[in-house]
């Protein structure tokens, strides 16, 4: 069976830190994905979709990402009941995250907003043909030995 999730989109609200009775951290945030289609003269819509992040995972959303951030998430879905406050029986439906990464610029996070020194142009040469030589082969047709590591280059 095959259960795997792969989201993203932009947080909607700063994650906050929290620990179980037992001390793991935990943290529930909600990411605003965009739909890939919108019928003509329709905006664009977007799902809401919860995730949950558990131990190091929680540590690392809390501390490095903020709402309106980029943010991909994979993990898997999981389903869990409850009743609400009027005694409805309800699904929750919500993505329990593996791993979460950056996906936005570096100045769109806050923790990275010094300014970066523009690069200098690179500049290339092209080469002869006659600046190139051949590799010499082996009985087998490798250019850096056989079964052995002899000759290889790493």
Known sequence: MLNCAV????????PELRTTG??????????????????PGEERQTDFINVVAWRGTADFVTRFFQKGQMIA???????????DKNGNKRTAFEIVA??????????????????????????????????FSVLPDDS???????????????
Not at 22 to 39: H, L, Q, Y
Not at 140 to 154: A, N
């Open 73 to 83: 998430v994979q993990g898997a879905i999981q389903t869990r009941n409850y009743e």
């Open 140 to 154: 087998q047709g490798f250019p850096f030995g056989s079964d052995d590591d002899e000759g290889l280059p790493f």
């Open 98 to 131: 593996d791993n979460v990464s950056f996906c936005g610029s570096k100045s769109e996070s806050g923790s990275y907003s010094q300014p970066q020194a523009a690069a200098p142009a690179v500049s290339y040469q092209s080469a002869d043909a006659g600046s």
């Open 22 to 39: 037992t001390g793991i951290s935990v943290t529930s945030f909600t990411v605003a994905v965009d739909r890939n289609f919108a019928k």
């Open 7 to 14: 989201i993203m989109g932009r947080l909607t609200a700063t």
